[in-house]
């Protein structure tokens, strides 16, 4: 199974900006559709965005749509999450995530997503 560790967390003031990566051990990460999901305290773990293996097609949630790139280097093995003009209310842990399957469609829902990283936190100040 392959291993996911994300990174860039930490404190910014609203409006400001992060940069999330994702390194994966899998050496057929070029295969996998990746997708990113956060979880506010005392929420349920929801999508932010999702790519598909070549990169060519990518999904956002309406919340961040604008304001976060989802983007992916196959030869390095590496997710990012470029996060702009952040809110408050984008405060959350974020996990990147590799799809079940090789070389399907990209979906939202966590449970089509087999194996996560331990996470990295976000907060947002006002």
């Known amino acids: 199974q392959v291993q996911l560790v994300e990174s860039g967390g930490g404190l910014v003031q609203a409006g400001g900006s992060l940069r999330l990566s994702c390194a994966a051990s899998?050496?057929?990460?070029?295969?996998?559709?990746m997708g990113w999901f956060r979880q506010a305290p005392g929420k349920e773990r929801e999508f932010v965005a999702t790519?598909?293996?070549?990169?060519?097609?990518?999904y956002y949630a309406d919340s961040v749509k604008g304001r976060f790139t989802i983007s992916r280097d196959n030869a390095k093995k590496m997710t990012y999450l470029q996060m702009n003009s952040l809110k408050p209310e984008d405060t959350a842990v974020y996990y990147c995530?590799?799809?079940?399957?090789?070389?399907?469609?990209?979906?939202?829902?966590?449970?089509?997503?087999?194996?996560w990283g331990q996470g990295t936190q976000v907060t947002v100040s006002s």
């Open positions: 899998r050496g057929t990460f070029s295969a996998y559709t």
């Open positions: 995530a590799e799809h079940l399957y090789a070389y399907h469609e990209p979906e939202k829902s966590p449970e089509r997503f087999g194996s």
């Open positions: 790519i598909t293996w070549s990169g060519a097609t990518t």
